[in-house]
């Protein structure tokens, strides 16, 4: 039964997620956000967001990873920050020896809401659905935990 470390990469804030798939049930573990402070230099900020996802993949025993795809944005250095924000997480990933899955985010959404157009509202209410008794605080947690969802759907596939 594979834990699943879901991530949703971001330089202000990281979303993560970690659940358990047996079969078809899921069940979830833990979610939160890995914040850097904005005033701090870039340097900095990426070696805080390496720390803080070392230490959440080093206290749930994840076996897999599934990170979701970075989109382009109108702000080439946003986009920029966001890219080098997405290597730290998929180093993480690697550096822990998990198995890495990559998925956009129309294809988390469909996964998990059966609609690649829903809205962050309509994708953690479905996340809260599928986990019961789990209330998500926060876009970015909601988002890891989708992308952790449809990756225990979709693995293994083609």
Aim: hydrophobic share 50%; aromatic share 4%.
């Amino acid at each position: 039964m594979p834990i699943i470390l879901g991530l949703d990469p971001g330089l202000a804030a990281t979303g993560w997620g970690v659940i358990r798939s047996e079969g078809n049930r899921l069940s979830h573990l833990a979610h939160g956000t890995v914040r850097t402070p904005p005033t701090d230099a870039l340097a900095v900020r990426l070696a805080s967001l390496y720390e803080g996802l070392m230490a959440v993949i080093e206290g749930y025993g994840a076996s897999e990873a599934a990170v979701e795809e970075v989109f382009v944005n109108a702000n080439p250095q946003s986009t920029l920050k966001l890219g080098q924000a997405r290597g730290v997480v998929l180093l993480c990933a690697a550096r822990a020896g998990l198995a890495v899955s990559e998925y956009a985010t129309r294809a988390v959404k469909k996964a998990v809401t059966g609609t690649g157009a829903a809205d962050k509202v309509q994708v953690q209410a479905m996340v809260e659905r599928l986990l019961p008794g789990v209330k998500v605080a926060g876009a970015d947690a909601a988002d890891a935990l989708a992308v952790a969802i449809a990756h225990a759907h979709m693995r293994g596939r083609p």
